[in-house]
């Protein structure tokens, strides 16, 4: 069979991997941490499978976070790695700009015509059936639905066919092959479950494996790994078996062990790891892996040296019909190339970077996710970058994992792709396969799809495809071929920049790289040039041709200047579109953008002739004007573009012309006063031209005085001090160079002050900011000035408001430190007269601040200073007149100059308070500012209340009286006084008038009438007030809340509560008034009663929860006669209040009387008995003569009240009894619990508990695990007395109390000393005999151990040296971290004199 493009496209692994990309990756997105112990497989199996769990690793074993790669937390992606690098940046941006997601045609999808033909004719004329399941390697091999294996070589011819139908009768279909990595074996696995292995090199049939996993199930995946003697194979049943292949003596078995039980998750693809034949002895290869994808899980186990269990991976949630898929790749990440696995299960695929460390440590590492929308069905890598993904629809993805973006999309409906579903239903077998696997089947293409060696090959019914990335030069040729030119040189920019994805065939070194896409880019622009010509159209309007040319001009001139090529652009390109005029003004307008982005410097001749004549001929002059001015002028002809500026009043391109190109920035001005002098000499108004020239002359003549070039960058240094000398001798020019006889003097000057005096006079003040120390400078400038004055001065020609300008200018230039202009007194006087012109009310704070300036530097030093005191007071000039007053120390009228400065009003508080708090004044001039301060005291209090008040705290505290009589309004007089009775830090102690009652009282008597709000809350913060007067300024005003406050603080609560009372019957009379006069509406007049007696109710409510609340305080100091006496009289006051309703139709206030009257008895209830109020109620006339039903609400209520609080009581009596009980049981179990010491010596004497055998020992044991000798123990406490103490003397633990810095000694009171107590338990090593006294005396009695307990003691002590549970325990709880006392625990003779303890002990609970 003849070589084809297809065969050709079959390469040998080697090629699989292009390392030239290792450069260009980094590890900056990836965030697992590493593995260092991993689980067993058994632990792994033994997890419940939860499909609800989050994303998330599921056991903490298996990832070590303290062994994380702390550079491998970033999640960024590949693509945003160089973001750091400024010009990878501005690539990326003119990328984005020339349509950055140009991809073309990334894969060749190619119909194996060879294959196809021989599958479709072995099932026609061998019976040889569809075609079931594929494989590729060196060769091609394609499994049939009766048994057969086909096997083709590169050239697509048929090498062998394997097995006979007989077999297939017996087998099954085909359906699942594997070939080893040198291409010598084949694997086939059968629908029925059998495995045959077969000789590629002469066909014959080496083994058949029947025993290799249980019967019934069909083989559903079986896969050499990359050790030819092992395989694995996985079945329907969901199981995975590992298969090792042996050879003893020329006889040939097969041993199975199973790695994973369907029983525990079904398995439904394994994908063990196959190394590039470049990266055989890579370290991972050694473990030999297997990537196994149960329905819920990942699973990566090792199978060698030992089965190891490296890591798990739940998926994250899906659709229970998603297809599980995996694929490994080696990818280069920093000079390093390690596998990643690729998985999925719907529509997110997740990606694992495993690597081995020099130190041995094991690295599993999350890469970020791709995210796609769409349900996967096949998964596979076509280079270390780029994958190839198919989902439900059948569509063909291609996607660049690093920067996720989808480069292309096809379809595969065409290629009617083989599906694996009877496979995975077993349905050769029964179908005895779960529910879960079968729906999984329903998608499963697994046999359908094999990559190898960067191709990938795809099985349909009838024929096989092959897909394979496209080179470099192969997408650009194909987009050409469809003359889409301009997408073909943004993806060959791509290429240049090493900004494209899945590139192929590109080597080298990137400048060799950039050399090679040049060249062809090159070529791309000639075609496109060719193309553009051909395919204009020669009929119809001429808007057509030129939206044809600029559609395409623009970018063959935008990818030309990217490569730097103007030689290109101006000759060949340019020559050959220049035929065609339309093309030719295209063109030519194509360079304006990048010319004026100064991309584009440098034209050539022909190139800027045209330019010109093309802009000139259609009348786009700004356009010309906005080019010339970026231009080389070298590149200029000079003498045409002035003539064509000047024609078309371009002054700016012509301005740029002659300072640039001649260095001559005199000509421009004379060209521009010509236009702008005779309009304004001849007195008539300038036209929106003539002002756009005359604001353009004096922008021009700035930019020359401050050393910048017009319109853009920057005068030569050596030229900027001649540039200004030669334009003040423009400026002060005697007569023009075209003068007439009629001319003025001074015509340079006299036009610009007569254009725009203001702007003019502000370009020369910026241009004396930078005279400083040149002679030269300083006489032009002095030469200016007396110019300036000379022509405006006494002019006619020049209004009030110009010379007032020129005057303005004038003073700020005198008022300057380093001044060094002269003027004549004379003149002076008449700039100092108008700068204090009453009648002129323009610029008046500037006309002023000028006058400052001149006054702070001196410059008015011989003027009579009364003369200039008046005009500033004339003028009202007053910081004028108060820099003159603080001359003279006049400090006193300064403050007349404040108050009557309606912008400095403000100040004056601070201008007083620093005047009278700073030093360095005399005591005469502080008395005059506080006479005068005094005196506008009430001014003052309405400028601000608040500061005036601290004026006065702070600087008269003598004169608050005074101050106080002063006022005539008793509104400010009352917001001053609350202001200065403020408290306020730093005033002075001994200050009396803070404390004075009659300054309360006068706060009192005022809020009472302009803050009756406030009134209460005053009289409860205030305490310098007497109580009397306070009584008798609220009676006056009608106060009652307050007076009853008053009353109550003096005392008198009968008084209070009186006054409240009448307040409360008021309050009811209205009420009840209301009613009545609702009542005689009618029905109607129901709902106007509810709302109109809505304020009125409030009131009633406010009122008796005022005196409700009196009462309660009251009684708590009353007897029962005097509560009484304030409770009935109230109740009795409620009652009333109902009969006055009753009866008449007002049912809404008698339904609010009625529930206030119940919340005056459920207060009373607290204080008053029972049968008392009672009592008082049946006594009323209004119940007592009624029937029961008329007091039934009445005793209704209170009873529900009873019995509430009696059922609450019992309540809460039950929890505390529950509460008690339970701590009293736990109590009692930590008393009781048994002690486990820490080691089997005296913490004392340091030797063991049994000194000698034949001698009794007694120990003692407390809580916190220290063990004493009893006899050790009482000698340490002999010091205090404990020696000869009684034997139920509570004992503490010497090693705990030394710890927290002492000991304290025995308490004397016995229910602390009880507290102190620590539980003990002393153990005997002999039996005493006769040593228990009796009789009501408490003792310790040992408890004996025989030989054998002792034993057993000295083995448990040897067994356990270290911490005990229960300190253990002890140590986590915060709460008792360092308490280590306990309770005594002793065995006792007789149960009457057992005594409980119950101070617990600091320990958990088991």
């Known amino acids: 069979m003849t070589d084809s493009p297809d065969a050709s496209s079959l390469v040998s692994a080697s090629s699989q991997l292009n390392l030239m990309e290792v450069d260009a990756i980094d590890d900056k997105e990836f965030d697992i941490p590493q593995v260092d112990t991993p689980p067993t497989l058994e632990s792994i199996l033994n997890e419940l499978e939860d499909e609800e769990d989050p994303f998330v690793l599921e056991d903490t074993c298996v990832l070590n976070v303290d062994n994380m790669d702390t550079h491998s937390c970033d999640t960024s992606s590949l693509a945003s790695s160089d973001s750091g690098d400024p010009a990878h940046l501005k690539r990326r941006r003119r990328t984005v700009d020339l349509n950055p997601t140009v991809h073309g045609s990334v894969l060749r999808h190619s119909l194996l015509k060879g294959i196809s033909a021989q599958i479709v004719s072995a099932a026609d004329k061998v019976d040889a059936g569809l075609p079931t399941a594929i494989t590729m390697s060196g060769v091609i091999a394609v499994g049939t639905s009766h048994g057969l294996a086909l096997v083709f070589d590169t050239n697509q011819a048929l090498r062998l066919c394997l097995g006979t139908k007989a077999t297939g009768a017996e087998f099954g279909a085909v359906s699942a092959l594997s070939i080893n990595r040198d291409c010598s074996r084949l694997l086939c696995g059968f629908a029925k479950g059998q495995i045959t292995m077969w000789d590629l090199a002469n066909g014959k049939l080496l083994r058949t494996i029947d025993d290799a996993h249980p019967p019934g199930t069909a083989i559903l995946h079986v896969k050499f790994t990359d050790d030819p003697t092992l395989a694995v194979c996985n079945d329907s049943g969901g199981s995975v078996f590992e298969l090792a292949f042996r050879r003893v003596m020329g006889m040939r078995s097969c041993d199975s062990r199973c790695l994973f039980s369907g029983s525990k998750g079904e398995v439904c693809s394994v994908e063990p790891l196959h190394a590039p034949p470049d990266f055989r002895d890579h370290p991972i290869t050694h473990y030999c892996l297997l990537a196994m994808a149960s329905l819920t899980k990942i699973l990566v186990i090792g199978l060698k040296p030992s089965l190891k269990v490296w890591m798990t991976f739940p998926y994250s949630k899906s659709d229970p019909s998603s297809v599980p898929q995996m694929a490994w790749q080696f990818v280069p990440v920093q000079k390093k190339v390690n596998p990643i696995l690729a998985f999925c299960k719907g529509d997110t695929v997740h990606f694992l970077l495993v690597s081995k460390e020099e130190t041995g440590t094991i690295h599993v590492i999350k890469q970020r996710q791709l995210h796609l929308s769409c349900d996967i069905i096949s998964l596979s890598w076509i280079n270390s970058r780029t994958l190839v993904l198919v989902d439900s629809h059948e569509k063909l993805q291609v996607a660049d994992r690093p920067s996720q973006e989808v480069l292309e999309t096809l379809d595969l409906e065409q290629v009617q792709l083989v599906y694996n579903s009877r496979h995975f239903k077993s349905l050769a077998t029964g179908g005895n396969v779960s529910q879960a696997l079968a729906l999984v089947g329903e998608k499963a293409c697994y046999q359908s799809v094999s990559s190898y060696a960067g191709q990938i090959v795809y099985l349909g019914t009838k024929s096989a495809h092959i897909m394979t990335l496209r080179n470099w030069r192969e997408r650009i040729d194909c987009m050409l071929k469809q003359e889409h030119f301009v997408q073909a040189l943004s993806l060959a920019w791509s290429f240049h920049e090493g900004t494209a994805k899945a590139v192929l065939g590109l080597f080298g070194d990137p400048a060799k790289r950039k050399r090679v896409v040049a060249d062809k880019m090159v070529e791309i622009v000639f075609q496109f040039a060719e193309f553009a010509l051909k395919k204009c159209p020669e009929h119809g309007k001429i808007q057509v041709m030129e939206q044809h040319f600029h559609d395409l001009v623009p970018f063959m001139v935008d990818h030309c200047l990217l490569l730097q090529r103007p030689d290109l652009l101006f000759n060949q390109l340019y020559s050959r579109l220049a035929e065609n005029t339309v093309a030719k003004g295209v063109f030519l307008e194509s360079l304006e953008s990048h010319i004026v982005a100064d991309r584009l410097g440098l034209l050539t001749t022909p190139i800027m002739r045209d330019l010109l004549a093309h802009y000139h001929g259609n009348g786009m002059m700004d356009s010309l004007e906005r080019c010339i001015v970026h231009l080389d002028v070298t590149s200029l002809d000079i003498q045409q573009v002035v003539q064509v500026c000047w024609e078309n009043q371009l002054y700016d391109a012509m301005i740029y012309v002659f300072t640039s190109g001649m260095n001559d920035y005199i000509t421009p001005m004379e060209k521009l006063f010509a236009v702008v002098g005779p309009p304004l000499r001849e007195g008539r108004s300038l036209i ?466 009625k529930e206030l009257t119940m919340k005056v008895l459920n207060s009373m209830s607290s204080f008053i008995p029972l049968p008392a109020i009672i009592q008082r109620i049946l006594q009323d006339p209004v119940y007592g003569k009624g029937k029961l039903a008329e007091i039934q609400g009445l005793i209704l209520g209170m009873l529900d009240t009873f019995t509430y609080e009696q059922t609450l009581l019992e309540t809460t009596t039950s929890l505390l009894n529950h509460d008690l009980h339970w701590s009293l049981a736990h109590l009692r179990a930590a008393v009781t619990r048994g002690l486990h010491p820490r080691q089997d010596y005296c913490n004392i004497c340091l030797q063991q508990y049994k000194r000698r055998q034949d001698s009794p020992e007694e120990i003692i044991v407390f809580s916190c695990g220290h063990l004493y000798h009893f006899q050790c123990l009482q000698q340490k406490d002999g010091g205090r007395g404990l020696a000869s103490a009684p034997p139920q003397q509570p004992l503490s633990c010497y090693k705990c109390s030394s710890s927290k810095g002492g000991r304290s000694g025995p308490s004397a009171e016995p229910g602390r000393g009880r507290s102190a107590s620590l539980a003990q338990t002393r153990v005997t090593s002999v039996r005493l005999d006769g040593q228990a006294e009796t009789g009501g005396k408490k003792v310790f009695v040992g408890a004996a151990l025989d030989p054998q307990q002792e034993q057993s003691w000295d083995q448990l002590r040897s067994l356990y040296r270290g911490p005990s549970r229960l300190s253990i325990l002890s140590e986590l709880s915060h709460g008792h971290r360092n308490e280590r006392t306990g309770f005594l625990i002793t065995s006792q003779s007789g149960a009457e004199n057992s005594q409980l303890k119950l101070s617990p002990p600091p320990l958990l609970e088991e």
Request: contains cysteine.
């Open 688 to 1153: 929106d031209e003539e002002v756009v020239m005359g604001n353009k002359l004096l922008v021009y003549i700035s930019c020359c005085l401050a050393g910048r070039a017009y319109p853009l960058g920057d005068i030569p240094e050596d030229l900027v001090v001649q540039v200004k000398n030669q334009v003040f001798e423009f400026l002060i020019r005697l007569h023009s160079g075209e003068s007439s006889e009629g001319e003025e003097v001074f015509p340079c000057i006299r036009t610009l002050l007569h254009f725009d005096t203001r702007e003019f006079l502000n370009v020369l003040a910026m241009t004396f900011e930078d005279f400083k120390n040149d002679k030269q400078a300083l006489e032009y400038q002095q030469r200016t000035v007396d110019i300036l004055l000379q022509v405006m001065v006494d002019n006619p020609d020049f209004t009030p408001s110009q010379v007032g300008g020129l005057f303005t200018f004038l003073a700020r230039q005198l008022a300057k430190p380093d001044n060094t202009l002269f003027v004549n007194r004379k003149l002076f006087d008449q700039v100092l007269e108008f700068l204090c012109c009453p009648d002129d009310d323009s610029r008046h704070t500037e006309r002023q601040q000028v006058l400052l300036e001149l006054l702070q530097v001196g410059g008015v030093v011989q003027f009579n200073e009364e003369r200039l005191l008046a005009l500033a007071e004339k003028a009202k000039f007053y910081q004028i007149c108060e820099f003159l007053y603080e001359k003279r120390h006049l400090y006193d009228r300064i403050i007349d100059c404040y108050l009557r400065d309606d912008l400095r009003k403000g100040e004056i508080f601070s201008y007083v308070h620093n005047l009278l708090s700073m030093p360095g004044y005399a005591p005469e001039e502080k008395r005059a500012v506080r006479a005068k301060a005094l005196q506008h005291m009430q001014e003052l209090a309405t400028l601000s209340a608040s500061r005036s008040a601290e004026l006065v705290a702070f600087h008269f505290d003598e004169d608050v009286r005074s101050v106080l009589s002063e006022f005539q309004d008793d509104g400010l007089l009352f917001r001053f006084l609350c202001c200065l009775l403020e408290p306020r830090e730093g005033q002075r102690p001994e200050a009396a008038w803070p404390l004075d009652p009659d300054l309360h009282e006068l706060q009192l008597d005022l809020l009472s009438r302009f803050a009756p709000q406030e009134l209460l809350g005053f009289l409860q913060a205030s305490q310098h007030y007497r109580l009397e007067e306070a009584i008798q300024i609220t009676q006056r005003h009608r106060h009652n809340k307050a007076t009853a406050y008053l009353l109550e603080k003096k005392g008198d609560v009968q008084g209070a509560f009186a006054v409240l009372l009448a307040t409360l019957k008021e309050k009811l009379t209205l009420l009840t008034a209301e009613s009545d006069g609702g009542g005689t509406r009618g029905g109607a007049g129901q709902t106007e009663e509810e709302t109109d007696g809505e304020p009125t109710l409030a009131a009633v409510k406010e009122a008796l929860d005022d005196i409700v609340a009196l009462c309660r305080r009251s009684s708590q100091n009353l007897y029962q006669q005097q509560r009484e006496v304030l409770w009935f009289p109230l109740l009795e006051t409620m009652m009333d209040s109902q009969r006055q309703v009753k009866g008449l139709h007002a049912k809404h206030t008698f339904h609010v009387l």
